[in-house]
């Protein structure tokens, strides 16, 4: 890209080769992979600038690391064997949280010569398009899989563990039973389908200030093609979350911006309604809204994680745990009659009750402390970086409560707050 210098390869790498990274079977752990040319490249800049309000973020950390003495523990109410799956879970996220610190800083330290703002945030957009067109596939060709050259070469026990397993095998689609039968949930080229949902929102955000804001009229009408084919796999997606937050994206601009740019979003909005009325994506939605079911799922875990995490408030437990029984018996395991039986993970509801669980409420405490500080500190900038800045800010505390923030997500949300950072140093 234009004005970006060799020393920031490591970024466009990770964000514009995603979809390699994701066909190797790296996917969200490719930050981990980038993380270590960044470190070598922060070591030859010392001494290096810290963003305001990044002790919190090094607390968080302090406390994760802690909360390891906790894996072999059980709370009330949960069901597992300490064991190396544990173990290696706690492992992986303690070296995603080291590697978004590196990130933070190296982006934090490259200077706009290196690394002009707009080129970053022009290599998320070129992200948000690989989400896209991945959920495209996802809707078209919901069957694709297949099996990645590092699960190839990964032992079977690291390989064959479900949180690793949904990272390093590709798949373009999630099949949930959602509307009562069996629908393909985009996912490509992430890991969850939730996490696709996450991801387009907040790359939707920069997707706009660097094709619209900041494009010329050939930018401008190729946002409008791609934005509006996007539409497509957000709707099939059934991802309320998502739906939810493009709602409030939508409030935010309403509130923050000008006329100008409040007439636009009015005929954007009464146009992809008029789309919506004349295709069936609107009976889509119709029928995800009146099957709610997942609500009854939602509520037993997040009453079991609140209960499982009061018996350990200040450290956690390390890691995730399954609860006894679910929310409908206290049966356990699958059974023909019952395929959803078994022990559902606490934590595996929204970003806050993962951290409840894995690192006490002091933990959930200051994840919500950091990203809260963040809008109180940028919430007067009124340039395009920092108005949408603020407004990821906004998502992240939003999604909590429906999505966990782990693996890409999480990415996106520290990229967001490092541009955040940048643009008012």
Same mark, same amino acid.
């Given at each position: 890209?234009?004005?970006?210098?060799?020393?920031?390869?490591?970024?466009?790498?990770?964000?514009?080769?995603?979809?390699?990274?994701?066909?190797?079977?790296?996917?969200?752990?490719?930050?981990?992979?980038?993380?270590?040319?960044?470190?070598?490249?922060?070591?030859?800049?010392?001494?290096?600038?810290?963003?305001?309000?990044?002790?919190?973020?090094?607390?968080?950390?302090?406390?994760?690391?802690?909360?390891?003495?906790?894996?072999?523990?059980?709370?009330?109410?949960?069901?597992?064997?300490?064991?190396?799956?544990?173990?290696?879970?706690?492992?992986?996220?303690?070296?995603?949280?080291?590697?978004?610190?590196?990130?933070?800083?190296?982006?934090?330290?490259?200077?706009?010569?290196?690394?002009?703002?707009? *080129?970053?945030?022009?290599? &998320?957009? !070129? %992200?948000? @398009?690989?989400? +896209? $067109? #991945?959920?495209? =596939?996802?809707?078209? /060709?919901?069957?694709?899989?297949?099996?990645?050259?590092?699960?190839?070469?990964?032992?079977?026990?690291?390989?064959?563990?479900?949180?690793?397993?949904?990272?390093?095998?590709?798949?373009?689609?999630?099949?949930?039973?959602?509307?009562?039968?069996?629908?393909?949930?985009?996912?490509?080229?992430?890991?969850?389908?939730? *996490?696709?949902?996450?991801? &387009?929102? !907040? %790359?939707? @955000?920069?997707? +706009? $200030? #660097?094709?619209? =804001?900041?494009?010329? /009229?050939?930018?401008?009408?190729?946002?409008?093609?791609?934005?509006?084919?996007?539409?497509?796999?957000?709707?099939?997606?059934?991802?309320?979350?998502?739906?939810?937050?493009?709602?409030?994206?939508?409030?935010?601009?309403?509130?923050?911006?000008?006329?100008?740019?409040?007439?636009?979003?009015?005929?954007?909005?009464?146009?992809?309604?008029?789309?919506?009325?004349?295709?069936?994506?609107?009976?889509?939605?119709?029928?995800?809204?009146?099957?709610?079911?997942?609500?009854?799922?939602?509520?037993?875990?997040?009453?079991?994680?609140?209960?499982?995490?009061?018996?350990?408030?200040?450290?956690?437990?390390?890691?995730?745990?399954?609860?006894?029984?679910?929310?409908?018996?206290?049966?356990?395991?699958?059974?023909?009659?019952?395929?959803?039986?078994?022990?559902?993970?606490?934590?595996?509801?929204?970003?806050?009750?993962?951290?409840?669980?894995?690192?006490?409420?002091?933990?959930?405490?200051?994840?919500?402390?950091?990203?809260?500080?963040?809008?109180?500190?940028?919430?007067?900038?009124?340039?395009?970086?920092?108005?949408?800045?603020?407004?990821?800010?906004?998502?992240?505390?939003?999604?909590?409560?429906?999505?966990?923030?782990?693996?890409?997500?999480?990415?996106?949300?520290?990229?967001?707050?490092?541009?955040?950072?940048?643009?008012?140093?």
């Amino acid at each position: 890209m234009r004005g970006v210098r060799p020393v920031a390869w490591p970024i466009a790498a990770l964000l514009v080769g995603y979809p390699v990274w994701w066909a190797l079977g790296f996917g969200g752990l490719s930050v981990i992979v980038v993380a270590v040319p960044m470190t070598v490249i922060l070591w030859r800049r010392r001494p290096l600038k810290v963003p305001p309000g990044f002790g919190l973020w090094l607390l968080l950390l302090a406390g994760f690391l802690i909360s390891g003495l906790m894996l072999a523990e059980m709370p009330p109410g949960t069901y597992g064997e300490f064991g190396q799956g544990r173990v290696l879970g706690f492992a992986m996220r303690l070296a995603l949280y080291v590697a978004l610190l590196v990130v933070v800083l190296y982006l934090g330290n490259l200077g706009e010569h290196e690394l002009p703002q707009l *080129a970053l945030i022009r290599m &998320l957009g !070129v %992200l948000f @398009v690989t989400t +896209v $067109v #991945g959920g495209l =596939v996802g809707v078209f /060709a919901p069957k694709l899989e297949f099996t990645s050259p590092v699960e190839l070469v990964l032992p079977d026990w690291i390989a064959g563990n479900s949180f690793v397993q949904n990272l390093i095998h590709p798949t373009a689609a999630q099949t949930q039973k959602v509307l009562g039968y069996a629908l393909p949930r985009p996912e490509a080229p992430f890991e969850w389908a939730n *996490a696709w949902g996450s991801n &387009l929102s !907040v %790359l939707l @955000v920069w997707f +706009v $200030v #660097g094709w619209w =804001v900041h494009g010329d /009229a050939r930018r401008r009408v190729a946002a409008v093609v791609i934005i509006a084919v996007a539409m497509v796999p957000v709707v099939y997606s059934l991802n309320r979350g998502l739906w939810a937050g493009l709602g409030l994206a939508a409030l935010y601009a309403l509130v923050r911006l000008g006329p100008r740019a409040r007439l636009a979003i009015c005929t954007a909005a009464a146009g992809l309604a008029l789309v919506f009325v004349a295709t069936p994506l609107h009976t889509i939605i119709a029928k995800r809204l009146d099957s709610p079911h997942s609500n009854d799922i939602r509520a037993f875990t997040i009453t079991a994680t609140v209960s499982a995490a009061a018996h350990s408030p200040v450290i956690g437990y390390g890691n995730t745990r399954n609860a006894l029984g679910n929310h409908r018996s206290i049966t356990t395991g699958k059974t023909d009659w019952c395929r959803e039986c078994g022990h559902p993970p606490l934590g595996s509801d929204g970003q806050l009750w993962h951290l409840m669980i894995t690192q006490g409420f002091v933990g959930a405490a200051l994840y919500v402390a950091f990203f809260l500080n963040a809008i109180r500190r940028y919430w007067r900038d009124r340039t395009p970086v920092g108005m949408a800045g603020v407004l990821v800010m906004i998502l992240v505390l939003s999604y909590m409560f429906v999505y966990d923030g782990l693996v890409t997500p999480l990415s996106l949300y520290l990229i967001s707050f490092a541009l955040l950072w940048r643009g008012s140093s």
